[in-house]
């Protein structure tokens, strides 16, 4: 921990927080560890985000070991472009080391236009030969090669292109994997979903673990769209195998994030209950982040400081999510919402110097909040302004059904009168125009 | 050939029974063109006819004299004759001639408007309407006589008429003029609901292309149910014709409007007060400006109404913090206001600066209120029969058939109502 930052935790006079310190990973994120579950493509553009988070934000240590380290992945492969953006990003702070690289820079792009060369000659001869099964090999080849040289639309392109050649159902399942992982890459999830059911199409080439590849990618279509409980029953339904296999686009405790996260925000006692708590298969994901697990818990029993508290500590490194980052405000207010009305929803009266207490926040503001959700009829109470207390407030029912039924006879009347004029101007209309 | 004075003893001879009646309306009709041509020297004739006895004679001779123009001075006394004539003329007798009972009194507003005098034709004009009117139906003269009204402010006279419904309209124009000149005097008497669905008559009228007359209605429209409703109102019909569809019709030409319901949704009095400001003098160009302020007193109303939701207790200095009141004082003063209407239950406690907000005290168990509802199912239950009745002389029409014969593509009786823009025939 840098310098800076322990002063910082010091005079921070709040002492909860020290003193749950130990099992919260309130510290930073540990970038190292962090980009070591991703493979491929993903990992340089997750790095790249956290950079340019951190760079917003003011925090050039992080920023610069982001940097770094996707100098160096990137070095492993061959897009030359994104070389150059991250140099240029560097601009020369981490020293000579990871400085401009033109020669490297040379040979790769030298080496593609042959690689380019060879393709398209191999496409041709296929193409002339008639061969599907070679075109397609030929198109996948050429997607490939526009894939690791960062060319990404073109990558789709060629992908989609393999589809007219497409014999067996395996070949249909390929090509939409590839064109999924493109579209998630380019964040165009609209073609993602359209991939995405056509791939559930084909239902007899569909193994496990591909279906857990596509719960996953559906999940992030949901969340992109702030479908939140539909992305959360995806992630929900994600089986445990999928392990590590899907590191190009998600890792399992994203799966665990994601998902708990989604499913907090927007389902009910019972669902998450039901199909987070008790779930076999999630309860997998949930070990590989103890805090999310932790918070849910806290949430179900009714914890709600220690689960805010648990919220608040994640939330800066779920600031640094590539998918999530967009999210984690709408989120977090969902489910502090949604704790709120919990927490009034059993009671007759609440004090609200003793809910204040629990929620850790002021009288005042939590005022604010409630008024906020009675005026959304989320919750049905009044506040006692005098006397700091939250009366629930019971619709009488008999009265309402009076009132609904004289509004309803009201508008039914003025409806019918009004159409039965507009009829007669219609027919007053019509008549005279015949006349004419 | 005639002469007047043969005319008149016709018409003295003429007036007592039925049959002479329809025979000297042949008389008369024949006599039209003499008399219009004979115009100027009409008035002695007629203070030999007495207008309660002889009322179709005296229409014909009175119309015939004030067809010419006239100038000021004629106007004094013709006014004065007119009126006396419409108060005390026989309904069966001026019924023979509707199309001359109506240039009278069109030529009496005139005059009647050129003395600026508006007030003393409203008595007048109101017993031509009740004369002439037939139940339900709209005649000519309802908008002249609310016009009439509105100028000279006796908007509770006015407003009498208003109560009776109103389903059969010969002229559209008549009828839109009806309901936007109905619809301002209800504004005048504070009967915004009235008012409202008198403007919404205009506004969703089934209409080929955008008339002057709906476009005004249109901004009062905006206007008025910001007052009462709060936001542009969308229900029932709405649900039928597409309230967007109607607003994309008018957007082009009232996007002002549009933007004031759009900042009054925020609820923020400040954007309101800054949005009327600087469009303070578009309002004002409009007339419209006097019900823009009371846009923005509603507002006020609105938002302690909705407290009212949300707390049991609340300070005076908290409402007039959240409402955007300069003083607690003020607040008050709102408060005791909105109490005194009926619009919100509340007692003040003015030694701690409290209010307290009750629940509505109606607790539907009342004689009156059982009453009231029984009287409102009668009346849906006759409403109902009549849309029936309509129902089916509508699918017995000879013209609708022919018209559905021939059109059937096009038209499904469905979608008759649901796509009123589509309907140029």
């Not at chain 1, 849910?296 to 998918?323: Q, R, T, V, W």
């Not at chain 2, 219009?36 to 007495?50: A, V």
């Not at chain 2, 005390?88 to 240039?103: G, H, M, N, T, Y």
């Not at chain 2, 302690?304 to 004082?329: E, F, G, H, M």
Request: charge should be negative.
């Amino acid at each position: 921990m840098e310098p800076d930052d322990e002063i910082y935790a010091n005079g921070e006079p709040d002492s909860s927080n020290n003193r749950n310190r130990p099992i919260i990973s309130g510290e930073q994120l540990d970038i190292e560890a962090y980009a070591g579950l991703y493979t491929g493509r993903t990992k340089i553009t997750r790095l790249l985000f956290i950079a340019d988070q951190c760079g917003q934000n003011n925090n050039t240590a992080m920023q610069m070991e982001a940097l770094r380290m996707a100098y160096e992945e990137i070095k492993k492969g061959e897009n030359t472009q994104l070389f150059r953006d991250v140099v240029h990003k560097i601009d020369g702070r981490l020293g000579d080391k990871y400085g401009m690289d033109s020669a490297w820079c040379e040979a790769v792009d030298r080496r593609a236009v042959q690689k380019k060369e060879k393709l398209e000659n191999e496409l041709n001869a296929y193409r002339t030969n008639l061969i599907k099964e070679s075109i397609r090999m030929g198109y996948n080849d050429f997607g490939d090669y526009h894939y690791t040289h960062g060319s990404l639309a073109d990558a789709f392109k060629s992908y989609v292109r393999t589809r007219d050649y497409c014999t067996t159902s395996k070949h249909v399942i390929h090509m939409c994997m590839s064109a999924i992982l493109v579209s998630i890459e380019t964040g165009q999830f609209t073609h993602v979903t359209s991939y995405i059911s056509k791939a559930e199409q084909t239902v007899d080439a569909l193994d496990p673990n591909t279906v857990s590849k596509l719960h996953c990618a559906a999940g992030l279509a949901h969340l992109d769209s702030k479908k939140y409980k539909l992305a959360a029953r995806k992630f929900l339904e994600v089986a445990p195998e999928l392990g590590n296999s899907y590191n190009e686009v998600i890792a399992p405790q994203d799966v665990a994030t994601y998902g708990g996260l989604c499913a907090l925000a927007s389902f009910d006692r019972m669902e998450l209950k039901n199909k987070v708590i008790d779930s076999i298969n999630f309860r997998n994901f949930l070990e590989l982040v103890p805090e999310v697990r932790e918070l849910i818990h806290d949430f179900y029993s009714s914890h709600y400081a220690s689960c805010l508290e648990y919220l608040g500590n994640l939330k800066a490194n779920l600031m640094l999510d590539i998918h999530l980052h967009d999210h984690v405000q709408t989120l977090y207010d969902q489910i502090r919402n949604k704790a709120l009305i919990q927490y009034t929803h059993p009671f007759v009266s609440v004090d609200l110097h003793v809910m204040a207490n629990a929620f850790k926040t002021t009288v005042a503001g939590l005022e604010k909040e409630l008024e906020a959700l009675i005026t959304d009829n989320q919750i049905q109470a009044r506040i006692d302004s005098h006397n700091k207390i939250l009366y629930a407030r019971h619709a009488d029912q008999r009265n309402a059904t009076f009132q609904r039924v004289l509004q309803t006879g009201n508008e039914f009347d003025r409806d019918v009168r009004a159409m039965l004029l507009r009829a007669n101007l219609i027919k007053v209309e019509y008549k005279a125009s015949r006349k004419l | 050939m005639y002469t007047v004075e043969s005319l008149v003893a016709q018409i003295q001879g003429l007036s007592s029974s039925a049959g002479d009646l329809s025979l000297l309306l042949t008389h008369l009709k024949q006599a039209d063109e003499f008399l219009h041509n004979e115009s100027t020297r009409l008035f002695p004739f007629l203070e030999q006819l007495d207008p309660t006895l002889h009322s179709l004679g005296y229409l014909y001779i009175l119309e015939a004299s004030t067809s010419g123009p006239v100038t000021n001075e004629q106007a004094r006394r013709l006014v004065l004759l007119i009126s006396r004539f419409l108060t005390s003329c026989v309904a069966d007798q001026i019924r023979l001639a509707p199309e001359k009972f109506i240039a009278v009194c069109k030529s009496f507003k005139d005059q009647v408007l050129m003395l600026e005098a508006p007030i003393r034709g409203v008595v007048p004009l109101l017993e031509a309407v009740k004369k002439l009117r037939s139940s339900e139906h709209l005649t000519t003269l309802h908008p002249d006589f609310l016009q009439i009204c509105l100028l000279a402010k006796c908007y509770k006279t006015g407003f009498s008429i208003l109560e009776d419904d109103i389903f059969e309209v010969d002229q559209p124009r008549d009828f839109y003029l009806y309901c936007y000149y109905g619809g301002m005097i209800c504004i005048g008497q504070k009967r915004f609901q009235k008012a409202l669905e008198l403007l919404h008559n205009v506004v969703t009228a089934p209409m080929s292309s955008i008339n002057a007359i709906a476009v005004e209605a249109f901004k009062k429209y905006v206007l008025v149910s910001l007052i009462y409703n709060g936001q542009i109102y969308a229900g029932g019909f709405e649900v039928l014709f597409g309230f967007h569809s109607l607003t994309r019709l008018f957007l082009p030409f009232e996007q002002l409007y549009i933007e004031l319901a759009n900042t009054y949704s925020i609820g923020k009095i400040s954007e309101l007060e800054t949005y009327i400001q600087t469009n303070r003098e578009k309002f004002d160009s409009d007339n419209n400006l006097g019900l823009v302020k009371q846009v923005v007193s509603s507002m006020y109303k609105r938002n302690i109404q909705r407290l009212t939701q949300t707390y049991l207790t609340l300070s005076l200095q908290d409402i007039a913090n959240t409402v955007q009141l300069s003083s607690p004082k003020e607040a008050e003063m709102h408060v005791l206001q909105m109490i005194q209407d009926g619009e919100i239950y509340a007692t003040i406690n003015q030694r701690d600066g409290m209010v307290r907000f009750l629940e509505d005290p109606e607790q539907y168990k009342t004689c009156e209120m059982i009453e009231h509802i029984d009287s409102s199912i009668q009346r849906i239950m006759t409403l109902s029969k009549k849309l029936t009745a309509m129902d089916e002389l509508i699918s017995c029409d000879p013209l609708y058939l022919a018209k559905v014969g021939r059109e059937r593509q096009r038209f499904d009786f469905d979608d008759f109502d649901s796509v009123p823009q589509k309907f140029n025939i």
